[in-house]
């Protein structure tokens, strides 16, 4: 008789996991909170538009070739290569950086401001290479059953990146770069993991790799939540069930083991194995009521920023604009290390614009164009009060026009905004702390909440507050790693 699998949530992780359990036998069984699935990647539509909610480009896509190859079925989406990158806008100047792999195309950008540019982006580059080949197999693509057996493996690691444990992202970015520009534009990197260049650690900065050299970055063709709905499809064919509208609140267990979940309506949910794809530390202490998780002990732990988004709906064309935009205000290292604490630094903020219509016209209607903003701000740990939301978007939207030299707050026609409460709220997110638990170093590998229960051996997690972290590459890592501890479950 094949085992049944029920598994909290539908972002990535769940959905990746899932499809692995059903292609091998499992009866598997999903419970989403919200409408519709995806979770953080997630679609909005309205008045003729269409929007990413959250994530815009990935990057590891051989991530993705491993898990369809795994699962014995084809690539169900297509994605493209970005060439550019991203551009990099700074406040007060035209000039416009576009960040290309081509390492000659993008060093010419910098000859008047970093000379050398390309000596010591390439130096750069391969120390990153280096942090990457030595660390990612060690560290991030395995389970740990114990801290000594993580600590054992991280001794394996070369001792010669034993000083880069010790540095920030920015201080490493410092030792190769002297100008603003230049190590402004290489540590943007950081933000990524939800935090900032002065708090990430410098082994991230082994992504700088990932991006320039490995893989780069990736668009999705139909819109980024095209990933979900051809992995739904997948999944149906394993004929694989959905209920949407459904959270889970209290469970029943016998001992060491999970019997079920119990909803809002108070409807059981029975299986032999579960999986929770909601938030690992946020479950556990709402749900289990672990001790450990408890509000207090949840309230110092390390978090992720917040961050405001917005989607704006434009009658009208904006060819001036790249896909992909960074705009960066001239207060970076100010605005980078009070964001987490002191809302006011928000005046002139960094921020990220992504055209979406540019790849995807469908997401507009003709003649329009579709906006997403993403700017990190406080999360509710830090600022509660989001009553300013209005005024905040007023202000970048403000921003944007005048880097642009067009004035878009005529030819709106469509605008929603998501602070962190929004984020908490719709998504069961931690304090709206958008990508959970961060990546310190006493919260990644063994410290990070295990992927699987303390108590219940039956429950198993995947997700952005596990292993091996958040980003959705790590989703679908996880998904794996996730997979490997139920197939040796008895």
Excluded at 184 to 191: D, H, T
Excluded at 283 to 308: A, D, I, P
Excluded at 443 to 457: L, M
Aim: with cysteine; proline share 4%.
């Amino acid at each position: 008789m094949n085992k049944s699998v029920i598994i909290v949530g539908t972002g990535l992780g769940g959905l990746s996991t899932g499809l692995r359990l059903a292609s091998r036998g499992y009866k598997v069984t999903f419970v989403e909170k919200a409408k519709q699935p995806g979770g953080r990647l997630n679609q909005l539509k309205k008045d003729g538009f269409t929007f990413d909610v959250g994530p815009s480009f990935f990057s590891m896509p051989y991530e993705f070739e491993e898990l369809v190859k795994d699962c014995g079925i084809a690539m169900p989406f297509e994605f493209v290569e970005l060439d550019p990158l991203y551009t990099v806008n700074f406040r007060g100047s035209d000039k416009k950086y576009s960040l290309y792999k081509d390492i000659d195309k993008l060093s010419k950008q910098f000859e008047d401001v970093e000379p050398d540019f390309k000596a010591k982006f390439t130096a750069y580059l391969k120390k990153c290479e280096s942090i990457y080949n030595d660390t990612v197999e060690f560290a991030i693509k395995q389970n740990f059953n114990s801290l000594p057996d993580y600590l054992l493996a991280l001794s394996n690691v070369n001792p010669v990146h034993l000083p880069v444990l010790l540095k920030s992202f920015w201080s490493q970015a410092g030792n190769y770069f002297k100008s603003k520009e230049a190590r402004q534009i290489v540590s943007l990197v950081a933000f990524f993991l939800g935090r900032t260049p002065f708090d990430t650690n410098a082994v991230y900065t082994l992504l700088s790799h990932i991006e320039f050299k490995y893989t780069g970055y990736y668009n999705v063709n139909g819109g980024m939540y095209t990933i979900v709905e051809s992995l739904i499809k997948e999944l149906e064919k394993f004929n694989v069930i959905f209920h949407y509208n459904t959270e889970i609140v209290d469970y029943v267990s016998d001992n060491d083991k999970l019997t079920s979940l119990i909803d809002q309506n108070k409807k059981s949910w029975q299986a032999d194995i579960f999986v929770i794809n909601a938030d690992a530390a946020y479950f556990r202490g709402t749900v289990f009521n672990r001790k450990k998780f408890t509000e207090k002990r949840l309230e110092k732990m390390s978090w992720t920023m917040g961050y405001l988004t917005f989607y704006v709906g434009l009658k009208t064309k904006l060819p001036q604009v790249e896909h992909h935009n960074y705009f960066l205000g001239n207060n970076y290292e100010e605005y980078a290390k009070d964001v987490m604490k002191n809302p006011g630094t928000l005046e002139k903020p960094y921020y990220y614009v992504n055209v979406v219509s540019k790849h995807n016209p469908v997401c507009a209607p003709e003649g329009c164009e579709a906006l997403f903003f993403v700017c990190p701000v406080p999360n509710l740990l830090h600022k509660t009060d989001w009553s300013d939301k209005q005024a905040m978007v007023d202000s970048i939207i403000d921003d944007f026009s005048q880097r642009i030299k067009q004035d878009i707050s005529k030819d709106i026609v469509f605008q929603i905004a998501y602070t962190p409460e929004d984020w908490q709220n719709q998504f069961n997110i931690y304090k709206g702390a958008c990508l959970g638990l961060s990546h310190s170093m006493l919260q990644i590998g063994a410290f990070r909440p295990k992927n699987y229960d303390e108590q219940f051996k039956n429950t198993f997690y995947v997700g952005a507050s596990t292993i091996p972290g958040a980003g959705l590459p790590m989703a679908v890592i996880g998904s794996k790693l996730v997979t490997e501890r139920i197939l040796d479950f008895k």
